[in-house]
């Protein structure tokens, strides 16, 4: 059963930093990311978060829109309990896990520029960071240049 979704009025705007740490063939990519998040509205606080991710690289379609795929993990630090969290979850934790999943494409004509759309989740991973069983997502779109 699909849980309620609520939009509350919150907003986050981030800078992350990430490497290609391994590639495998050339499906697969082993990423390295740090981020730095400033909330917003409801809340108003920092984050930080650094994950490995595994980004799947090749799509039929690639030749007319070059896309990939990732996910990752880690650990997300905010320097305050976010609100929202506690407000919809009774309790939370500075520390927790972190999950991205990304669908990105590259800008024809510019292969350095990507567009892509995120999922931000911050979790307690059913309690095993601090015994907090909930989490809060954002969903998000970025533009990332490629050096």
Do not use: C
Request: glycine share 12%; charged share 25%; hydrophobic share 40%.
């Amino acid at each position: 059963m699909l849980s309620k979704r609520e939009y509350v009025d919150s907003y986050v705007a981030v800078l992350s930093v990430g490497k290609g740490l391994r590639d495998y063939k050339h499906y697969l990519r082993l990423e390295g990311e740090g981020q730095v998040a400033k909330h917003w509205g409801e809340q108003d606080h920092f984050e930080f978060n650094a994950l490995l991710g595994l980004r799947w690289l090749p799509f039929p379609w690639d030749r007319y829109l070059d896309t990939s795929f990732a996910m990752g993990a880690g650990l997300s630090y905010a320097t305050d309990e976010p609100e929202i969290e506690v407000e919809k979850n009774d309790r939370t934790a500075r520390m927790l896990g972190y999950l991205m999943f990304e669908l990105g494409v590259v800008v024809p004509q510019q292969p350095k520029w990507t567009l892509f759309a995120r999922v931000h989740h911050r979790s307690g991973a059913f309690g095993l960071f601090d015994g907090v069983s909930g989490g809060s997502n954002v969903v998000g779109a970025g533009l990332r240049y490629s050096f």
